[in-house]
C-alpha cells in the first residue's frame, strides 16, 4: 500500500534533512582539510610528462611544442617547472593546493586556465595578453584585485569570499562579457565598472534580493 501523503512528505522531508547533513559534513571535513598546511608537493618531470598534450606550431610557425597541461589532484604545492613551457595555451590545475600562482606569469601564450579548488586567497596574477577564459572556482579569494587581463571574456570565481565587486574595471576588463559570481556574499552590483558584460550570475540567498533562497539566477546586461 502507498503511504499516506503527509507520512510521504515526512518522509521526503526527513531523507532531504539527513541528505543536507550528510553535505554539511562532508563540507566541514573538507574545510578541516583545507586549513591544515599542506606538505610540500612541487610539480614533478613526471607530472609534466603525464599532462602534456596537444602538439602544435608554435607563435612563429618555425616548430612545434605542447599546448595544454593538465594536472588535476596531485595535491600540488609549487607549479615552478611550468614557467619554462612558454607556449601553453591551456592549463587546468584544479584540485590541487596551490597558494601562488607567479609561475604562470611567463606564460604569455595562455588562453585558458582553470585553477578550482586550490587555497589562493587572491586572483592576482601578472597581466597576460592573450587569456580569454579563467575560472578561480572553490577558493578563498577575497576580491578582484589584480585580474587586469585585456582580453578576459569570462571570468569564474563561484565559492570564494567576495563581498564586493568594486575593483572590476573597465579599464582592465574592457573585454569581459560573462561574470559568474554565485556562491559569495555579495548583496550589491553597486560599483561594477564593466560595460561589456553581457552575463552576470549570482546567488541570491539574502532577502534584499526579493526572489526564493538560493535562487540562482543570470542577469543580462547587453543594452537594449
Known sequence: ARPAPAA????????????EEEE?????????KED???PPCPLTEEHLKEGLSLLSKTGNGLA????KF????????DISLLE?????????????????????????QLLWLKVDRNLLTSASMQELPYLQVISFDRNHIVDFEGITHPLLANLSLKENKIE????????????????????????????LGVSKLKKLYLVRDQPAWGVGQSCCRSQHLQPR
Open 24 to 32: 554539511e559534513k562532508e563540507e566541514d571535513e573538507e574545510k578541516e
Open 164 to 191: 564586493t565587486v568594486l575593483g572590476l574595471s573597465h579599464d582592465h576588463l574592457f573585454s569581459l562579457q560573462v561574470l559568474e559570481l554565485r556562491g559569495n556574499k555579495i548583496n550589491t552590483t553597486a560599483g
Open 70 to 77: 593538465e594536472a588535476k589532484d596531485k595535491g600540488l604545492t
Open 8 to 19: 510521504w512528505r515526512t518522509r521526503r522531508r526527513r531523507k532531504r534533512g539527513e541528505k
Open 64 to 67: 612545434h611544442a605542447y599546448v
Open 84 to 108: 619554462h613551457f612558454i607556449h601553453l595555451r591551456y592549463v587546468d590545475l584544479s584540485k590541487n593546493k596551490l597558494k601562488d600562482l607567479a609561475p604562470l606569469s611567463s606564460l604569455t
Open 36 to 38: 591544515e598546511e599542506p
